[in-house]
């Protein structure tokens, strides 16, 4: 595609409820990232794909945060049992090869947890 | 892991004039440091990017500077357009083992350019 798409753009859910975030790629990027952005705040890394290897988790801040690239290209992240302090927007990024650091980032999803 | 810090917070400056952000890194392996734009509501575009081998680099209107001595580089931009408004956000990458790739921010910089 042209771009990195992500759905939804926005997310509403009631505390303790899960959701699903999905992050498209620019076509053939070997990469791809899940980076945090709160509010007034810059982007903070989450997780790592090369293909469908998630070679740093890291920064998921619990284990109620999992991502999965099953086939090296559509990725999704999953919040379960969400939390007020988990709203934020969600962006993904990719890049054209392995550790390449220009990343394409999408629009993001912004989640709200009520 | 790497530290960024960026500064200032809030920037105002007059059509025309001249605009200035800097940030600092903690990592001396740090190599890759890029700058996003990012405007209400939009994704971050990177305008413009630096490695450690380089001093400066510019690009029209935009130049960026690195002083890998002082762990410090910063974002020039020239002749600033009110199109110029949004927040900026610099970021480093140490590039090698298990953080390849990825990216650490600063807080980011809002930029308001008034006609």
């Known amino acids: 595609g042209a771009g990195v798409s992500q759905s939804p753009r926005y997310k509403v859910a009631k505390r303790g409820q899960d959701v699903a975030l999905r992050c498209d790629p620019i076509?053939?990027?070997?990469?791809l990232f899940w980076y945090q952005q709160a509010l007034g705040q810059g982007p903070e890394f989450l997780t790592y794909?090369?293909?469908?290897?998630?070679?740093?988790k890291s920064g998921l801040p619990s284990d109620r945060f999992f991502a999965e690239r099953p086939e090296g290209s559509v990725s999704t992240l999953k919040i379960q049992r969400t939390q007020q302090e988990d709203s934020a927007v969600y962006l993904c990024a990719s890049s054209r090869t392995e550790g390449r650091e220009k990343l394409f980032f999408g629009s993001g999803t912004q989640l709200s947890v009520l | 892991g790497e530290n960024v810090e960026q500064h200032p917070s809030t920037l105002s400056v007059q059509e025309g004039d001249s605009a200035v952000i800097k940030c600092t890194y903690s990592d001396s392996a740090s190599n890759y440091f890029p700058w996003y734009k990012q405007e209400l509501g939009k994704r971050p575009q990177l305008i413009i990017d630096?490695?450690?081998?380089?001093g400066e680099k510019k690009d029209q209107r935009i130049a960026v500077t690195l002083n890998k001595t002082a762990k410090h580089f910063s974002l020039h931009i020239t002749e600033t357009q009110p199109e110029d408004s949004a927040v900026y956000f610099c970021a480093a990458s140490i590039g090698r083992g298990s953080t390849l790739g990825r990216l650490y921010f600063g807080r980011g910089t809002q930029l308001t350019v008034w006609p």
């Open positions: 630096i490695r450690s081998n380089v």
């Open positions: 076509s053939g990027h070997v990469s």
């Open positions: 794909f090369q293909n469908e290897a998630q070679l740093d």
